[in-house]
């Protein structure tokens, strides 16, 4: 505040002190000391205390605002909408023959035919919003503290702590190196969508599971066995997602060599056909299996493979289910199956 501007709120009581002065009666002392008093108020509250109170509304002001700014962001992308132009009536109805143009929230179809990309997304989305409302509360509310300082007179202070952030930090710089790959790693993890809470990871060093937590710092996988595999994000080189967008069910069986190999195609097609007439699995299937024809000779055996496109995560009960069809139908047509494999 400028000493123009504090000379113009102080004069009114610079006047009343002024005025109650000459008064020498008991009464006109009284006014003269509160005049004084409440000018010394005024000017002590205009100093610092003021500045004080405008900073904090000012912070908790913007803090606000950030923080519903994110929620809305982050909320709309999390239940797929954007803005789009489009035509409507003067009643603000869309329609396609309509003059006016206006704009309004649409939804994503993409996540309308794909209910797992809709909560891929929603939860990625969240995680977004939740890091960036962390970082803008710890951004805010350190200006607020070293303009609060200032305010008070503790420049000085305020200067040594700089002085001895900057010390310390290119300090700890040489020391959290990793760390600091491992935050960068996990915020692009969530951006990029690499993947998510529920999807079965690959990765590296045997980290073989379903993600159960994604953070910052680490990801935590469960692997098959039960296994808490606890992986820091920058030291992921490569992560295999066996369970985004779809997956793929492949399951091997085995005749002895001299089978028809005709009538073992009949026999796999038919198992085909009970898998995909099924209610539950038939609405994983994102194309009808294939069966091939023979794919390998070993250990005196033909090898079949009936392979399918299925929703993520479900290639297993598939692939599970193509195997045990395939044996039904091949001992029904008198082949013996000598082995079985799968990949899924």
């Known amino acids: 505040m400028t000493d123009v501007a504090l000379l113009t ?201 379903t993600v159960e937590k994604v953070d910052l710092r680490l990801t935590h996988v469960r692997s098959f066995d039960g296994t808490l595999w606890h992986v820091r994000n920058g030291e992921i080189l490569r992560a295999g997602n066996r369970t985004q967008q779809w997956a793929r069910a492949v399951a091997e069986v085995r005749v002895p060599v001299g089978s028809d190999v005709d009538v073992v195609r009949a026999a796999l097609g038919r198992a085909v056909d009970v898998v995909q007439s099924d209610e539950v699995l038939g609405a994983d299937l994102l194309e009808t299996p294939a069966v091939r024809g023979v794919d390998a000779i070993t250990e005196g055996a033909y090898a079949f493979t009936m392979h399918a496109k299925v929703r993520p995560g479900r290639d297993g009960d598939v692939m599970r289910a193509l195997l045990v069809a395939a044996y039904a139908q091949l001992r029904a047509a008198g082949i013996i199956v000598t082995g079985a494999a799968s990949s899924a």
């Open 9 to 209: 709120l102080t004069d009114p009581l610079r006047r009343l002190a002024a005025a109650s002065t000459p008064d020498p009666s008991p009464s006109g002392g009284i006014v003269g000391q509160t005049g004084e008093k409440l000018f010394d108020f005024w000017e002590w509250f205009t100093g610092w205390p003021l500045q004080v109170i405008i900073v904090l509304v000012v912070g908790v002001v913007a803090l606000a605002v950030v923080r519903r700014v994110i929620a809305h962001v982050t909320d709309r992308i999390a239940k797929g909408y954007h803005r789009a132009y489009v035509e409507a009536t003067e009643e603000d109805e869309p329609t396609t023959t309509g003059r006016k143009a206006r704009k309004v929230l649409v939804e994503d179809t993409l996540g309308l035919a794909t209910p797992e990309v809709k909560q891929r997304r929603a939860r990625r989305a969240r995680t977004v919003g939740s890091v960036l409302t962390s970082a803008a509360t710890i951004i805010i509310i350190t200006a607020m503290a070293l303009f609060v300082l200032g305010a008070v007179g503790a420049g000085n202070v305020v200067a040594g702590l700089l002085g001895t952030a900057g010390v310390v930090g290119v300090a700890v710089g040489f020391g959290a190196q990793s760390l600091v790959r491992d935050f960068l790693s996990g915020l692009f993890i969530l951006l990029e969508d690499q993947y998510g809470v529920g999807d079965v990871v690959d990765l590296g060093a045997g980290a073989i599971g």
